[in-house]
């Protein structure tokens, strides 16, 4: 049963480029959600998406979009890269409905903005 | 909005010593609450999970009880292995919301 994967596993892009990453969600899962790991600190909640809308979208700028495809898998792109934006990207699937929708994580994209 | 507060870390124990981190939440609704665990340069790991008042969440000897009068869910282990070092999250999920919410996290060394 393949687990939650992404891609790419690292990244490094300058200032003002944008980027592209990659979530395939666990088997039987419908939910994908994005969350924003700065070093050293908890990850922070940018989007969720199911039935290939945004359900819920944490405090971040419009700079942060995504989208969900047919077969659930997931986009997340960044638009006009900051400094700031240099963090562990995690992708987390889950099947709403199902008991507690608990979240399962993917081992994260490590983007490095110069 | 949503929080929660950890003990500070890192915390650094002997092999077979008892393991407490304190988590306390704030909440909507009746949230679930969840730990996981990070290692160095992993995603994060489901450790535990508990859904209701007084459940309690148990998995490879580390549990934690939903305490719904304290709002609080703490994380225990009766005797720790090296391998146990690591970072954990306690994570609340409001009833009526869908993101969970993190604090920096308790980084534990264990020492042999």
């Known amino acids: 049963d393949a687990g939650v994967t992404q891609s790419p596993t690292h990244l490094i892009k300058t200032r003002g480029q944008q980027v592209t990453l990659r979530c395939s969600p666990k088997s039987g899962h419908d939910t994908v959600s994005w969350y924003q790991q700065a070093l050293g600190q908890g990850p922070q909640f940018i989007f969720q998406y199911y039935e290939e809308e945004e359900r819920q979208r944490g405090n971040f700028p419009d700079r942060f979009s995504g989208h969900q495809f047919p077969n659930y898998s997931s986009e997340l792109n960044v638009n006009a890269l900051l400094l700031g934006d240099s963090a562990l990207y995690l992708c987390?699937?889950?099947?709403?409905?199902?008991?507690?929708?608990?979240?399962?994580f993917g081992p994260g994209t490590r983007l490095t903005v110069l | 909005g949503d929080s929660v507060t950890q003990m500070e870390g890192p915390v650094t124990l002997s092999e077979e010593a008892f393991l407490t981190i304190n988590c306390t939440y704030t909440a909507t609704g009746y949230p679930s609450l969840f730990w996981y665990v990070q290692y160095p340069g992993e995603g994060l790991q489901l450790l535990l999970k508990?859904?209701?008042?007084?459940d309690k969440g148990s998995n490879k000897g580390f549990e934690a009880t939903y305490r719904k009068e304290t709002t609080s869910f703490h994380l225990e282990k009766g005797s720790v292995q090296v391998s146990d070092s690591a970072v954990y999250f306690c994570?609340?999920?409001?009833?009526?919301?869908?993101?969970?919410?993190f604090g920096a996290g308790t980084i534990l060394r264990v020492k042999s």
């Open positions: 508990a859904t209701k008042a007084d």
């Open positions: 987390a699937s889950s099947l709403i409905g199902g008991g507690t929708d608990t979240q399962y």
């Open positions: 994570a609340p999920r409001g009833e009526y919301g869908n993101k969970l919410v």
